[in-house]
């Protein structure tokens, strides 16, 4: 029996979608629930799983093409289809079972890869077979591309090439002079867009300060392993930020509103969006209702999201409505930065790399574990004495964590 594979439901307010490639080709044996297809939105990457086990017998749109919600694009042969492979599908133990994310061993002649290298070979229009593979049973790994990358700076590589030697010496030079037009991801042009659409209509103003963290990193080493086997979660950063963050807007409520029109809309709850760099772009998931979480439901919440961002599985309702937004640079080791307004948000914290730096404690010099923080806000509504005691709110709070607990 033949079924139409269709392209499903999209997000709300997303109108079409990119097919971004195929993981199966016409004739492959395919089992039930196997992803087929990544469908590339603004936002999200939508996976699409066969229906049934059987045999791909059409592929009727092919990589790069837009499609919208209901469209078929491929055509399933359920079952038995005068294949010899077909046979095994249906037995005890099949020959093609659904791709582990992690496998890379070869079959059909294709490399198996995981979504996030096969997102990486298409970037850069490669082929898995030109790579060799340093995993497991020869697996294909994301050191493997990217090394592949840097020791082929040329970019002048035909794919079914084969592989050159990854030259221990990181010095080789190309000499071949090229260039590589490679279109911008869905995503990336959406990110793209709304950055600039941030600078043409918000009065983007930021302000700084520095944090003393002595006192919550010793919190964090006095409890962070009988948090961590109470909980079952590691005890972050994050989660004193996010807290402080939250304490701060409710004593400036400006700073958690929002620009509508000529109107000014004040949110009396606290969804705090948290920047995550992916291989994709930078999402930004919203955990609802901070103010109402322990420190272990906040950790919880963002390893989730976080997770779901990294494997491209987020949806849309969890990447929108925040009202404040907080980003962390400091993890790739950025000292200041000047963050950009997630709009229709007023303001976003910026945190940086902790570094130790001798400051001035009881008239004596002391090495200390210091942050900058920056805090960028829309002027149109909120003012500058605002902005700074929001930003000297958050610096107390975490200099003496013991306000938090307090609510002082």
Do not use: C
């Not at 070869?106 to 082929?127: F, H, I, M």
């Not at 090394?147 to 970019?155: I, V």
């Not at 705090?272 to 999402?283: D, F, N, P, Y």
């Amino acid at each position: 029996m033949s079924i139409e594979i269709k392209v499903p439901q999209l997000p709300e307010s997303v109108s079409d979608a990119t097919l971004v490639a195929w993981h199966r080709q016409v004739g492959d044996v395919v089992a039930r629930d196997e992803n087929l297809v990544d469908l590339e939105t603004d936002k999200v990457v939508l996976e699409v799983p066969a229906p049934a086990a059987g045999v791909l017998k059409e592929i009727m749109v092919k990589d790069g093409a837009t499609v919208v919600a209901g469209d078929v694009i491929a055509i399933l042969e359920e079952g038995a289809a005068g294949d010899e492979t077909v046979a095994a599908a249906g037995s005890a133990e099949p020959e093609v079972e659904a791709p582990d994310e992690s496998t890379a061993a070869e079959n059909d002649g294709q490399v198996k890869t995981s979504p996030a290298v096969r997102r990486l070979l298409d970037e850069y229009d490669l082929e898995a077979t030109m790579i060799p593979g340093s995993g497991k049973d020869g697996r294909l790994t994301k050191a493997d591309v990217m090394a592949f990358l840097k020791a082929d700076d040329s970019g002048n590589v035909t794919p079914g090439d084969p592989a050159p030697a990854i030259l221990e010496d990181q010095s080789y030079v190309a000499f071949d002079r090229t260039d590589q037009r490679v279109p911008m991801t869905r995503l990336r042009a959406r990110i793209a867009e709304r950055l600039i659409a941030a600078q043409h209509t918000a009065a983007m103003l930021t302000t700084f300060n520095e944090v003393d963290l002595t006192a919550v990193m010793a919190l964090r080493a006095r409890y962070r392993d009988s948090f961590e086997k109470q909980h079952g979660v590691r005890l972050g950063f994050m989660s004193f930020f996010a807290k402080a963050a939250t304490e701060a807007l409710k004593k400036f409520p400006v700073v958690n509103a929002s620009v509508e029109d000529t109107d000014i809309i004040y949110h009396n709850y606290y969804d705090i969006g948290i920047a995550v760099s992916t291989e994709r772009g930078l999402m930004v998931p919203v955990i609802r209702d901070v103010d109402q979480m322990s420190f272990a439901e906040f950790e919880k919440a963002l390893g989730e999201v976080a997770n779901k961002a990294q494997s491209g599985s987020i949806g849309m309702d969890e990447l929108t409505g925040g009202t404040f937004t907080i980003t962390n640079g400091g993890i790739f080791g950025s000292m200041l930065s000047t963050p950009i307004l997630n709009q229709p948000q007023s303001a976003i914290l910026g945190m940086h790399a902790i570094q130790q730096r001798p400051m001035v404690v009881d008239d004596e010099i002391v090495a200390r574990p210091m942050m900058y923080l920056a805090l960028t806000y829309d002027h149109r509504i909120v003012d500058g004495k605002d902005s700074v005691q929001f930003l000297l709110t958050i610096k107390q709070l975490l200099e003496d964590p013991g306000r938090l607990l307090l609510q002082i």
